[in-house]
């Protein structure tokens, strides 16, 4: 039983290295790399076996380790910058930094019998995502906002902002590969994964007038504060196949879409309007306006598409390449979170409380996204290895900015990666070191609000128009890798 002893040892050193954060976006499925190889070579995993990420990647490459082994690989360094030029009107710049030094993945191989149509037991725990977004600005200035009737002269115009979404999917998975023939293999695992999910939005504009100018109003403002988080489990089950045609291997994987188990989410909310006039009031009269609940024990909904990949390599003289396309299927508007006809509006009615869910579900939709990658492996020797490789990471969110209530992913643009990096093999360890360098962003980008022209008519918010947004990264790729050579028995 000493690939079970085998099988235990790995978990129990995995346990002091469970990962916690690293840096990602919230609205790609191609951002995050795992395994050793594979977080340079993204996507070589789909044809060959490349490292202990195949559990995740295709399990059908299992059946092609040749011992057990085990796995550490971490985003050493990372650090990601986004700009919003003139993201809160003009001249009124944003700016989000990350910094993360933690682990990612932690993965094994573990082969019980030499025979080489037998099982391959695969498995991992890992950071399958995770996203920080922190954008706050602050204005104070003098503007001729209110009319003169009742305040000569301009008044003092004060308003903040503050956007903070963190995200965070952490998951386990364990899979099979089995060679079904000398040149095909079959594999499945499934994955369960808890994500967690906690989002904040402040914005507050007052204008107020001099003393002593005659004004006969004081103080005229609008306050928007939302918070909501919430958790949940699901679990999607991944099918591989590989195969070996002449000098070409291939693989196709499909993966369901996520199934939940269990979850649960809270929000709070308070809108108000001070002293304000409405355009529709022709009394001119001035008046207050509230908007206050707390909604609690929320069912929480979450999904993710039915998914295809396939990858093909060959090796043409001492540079082995790599190909590879993912698809994943468009999924229809649906809420996250929905309060439901609870009391927001106050003093709450039987007719006001419809307009809760309007206002405050959280929501989303996704349209159907392809990416691409190639990469290359240049073998010097067989102990030294040079890595590359280029993808794309298209972004999946289809939820227009205007639309009433919250669509969660804030990270709408299409990011390209470049990552090149060294393989080493020292006996039985390995070593991989790698940069990646990502590059992403778009000039017509929704602006939150605007500090440039607050009137009455638009309660102090802006006329909202776009700004350039861009996002740039290094990361440090870092893996170590064990072979245990062969633990089991013929």
């Known amino acids: ?90 001249g009124f710049n944003l700016t989000n930094s990350n910094l993360a030094v933690l682990p990612d993945m932690a993965a094994g191989v573990v082969k019980p019998w030499k025979r080489q149509k037998d099982w391959v037991l695969g498995y991992s725990f890992y950071q399958r995502n995770s996203d920080n977004l922190n954008f706050t600005d602050r204005t104070e200035s003098r503007k001729d906002i209110i009319g003169e009737s009742e305040s000569p002269g301009a008044e003092n115009y004060l308003s903040q902002y503050h956007l903070n979404t963190k995200m965070d999917e952490n998951s386990m998975v364990a899979g099979l590969g089995w060679k079904i023939s000398p040149r095909l293999s079959f594999g499945f695992s499934q994955t369960f994964t808890y994500r967690s999910q906690e989002y904040i939005e402040n914005f507050s504009a007052n204008v107020i007038p001099d003393l002593n100018t005659g004004a006969t109003v004081d103080l005229v403002g609008t306050s928007y504060n939302i918070y909501f988080n919430f958790f949940k489990i699901f679990t999607h089950t991944k099918i591989g196949l590989t195969g070996k045609f002449g000098k070409w291997d291939l693989g196709l994987t499909l993966t369901t879409p996520a199934i939940g188990i269990l979850g649960t989410g809270e929000m709070n909310a308070d809108l ?72 927001f509006i106050q003093p709450s009615t039987n007719e006001n409380v419809l307009y809760t869910q309007q206002l405050l579900t959280v929501w989303e939709a996704r349209r159907t996204v392809f990416n691409g990658s190639v990469a290359g492996d240049w073998v010097i020797s067989p102990d030294n290895h040079i890595l590359f490789s280029f993808r794309t990471d298209n972004f999946y969110s289809d939820s227009p900015f205007r639309e009433e209530g919250f669509s969660i992913p804030k990270k709408v643009w299409n990011n390209y990666h470049l990552t090149i990096g060294t393989q080493r093999d020292f006996g039985n360890s390995e070593w991989v070191i790698g940069l990646r360098l990502n590059r992403g962003g778009r000039n017509d980008y929704p602006q939150p609000f605007s500090f440039t022209d607050p009137t009455e008519d638009n309660f102090f918010q802006g006329e909202r128009k776009t700004g350039r947004i861009t996002s740039t990264g290094i990361q440090l790729l870092l893996s170590y890798t064990f072979k245990f050579g062969f633990l089991g028995k013929e």
């Open 1 to 90: 039983m000493k690939w079970l002893f085998l099988f235990v040892s790995q978990l129990i050193v995995f346990s002091l290295v469970i990962p916690v954060m690293s840096l990602a976006q919230d609205n790609h499925y191609s951002w995050k790399q795992f395994g050793a190889r594979n977080s340079i070579l993204y996507n070589a995993g789909l044809s060959r076996f490349e490292d202990q990420a195949a559990v995740i990647l295709n399990p059908a490459t299992l059946s092609s380790a040749a011992n057990s082994s085990f796995n550490f690989n971490t985003n050493a360094i990372g650090f990601n910058v986004i700009n919003f030029e003139n993201g809160l009107g003009q």
């Open 272 to 343: 108000s309007l001070i002293n304000v006039r409405l355009l529709r009031d022709t009394t001119g009269t001035r008046r207050n306006f509230l908007a206050n609940g707390r909604f609690e024990d929320l069912k929480v909904k979450y999904k993710l598409p039915l998914s295809m990949s396939f990858g093909a390599s060959r090796q043409f003289g001492k540079v082995i390449m790599y190909g590879a396309i993912d698809w994943h299927s468009a999924i229809k508007r649906y809420a996250i979170l929905n309060p439901g006809d609870a009391s």
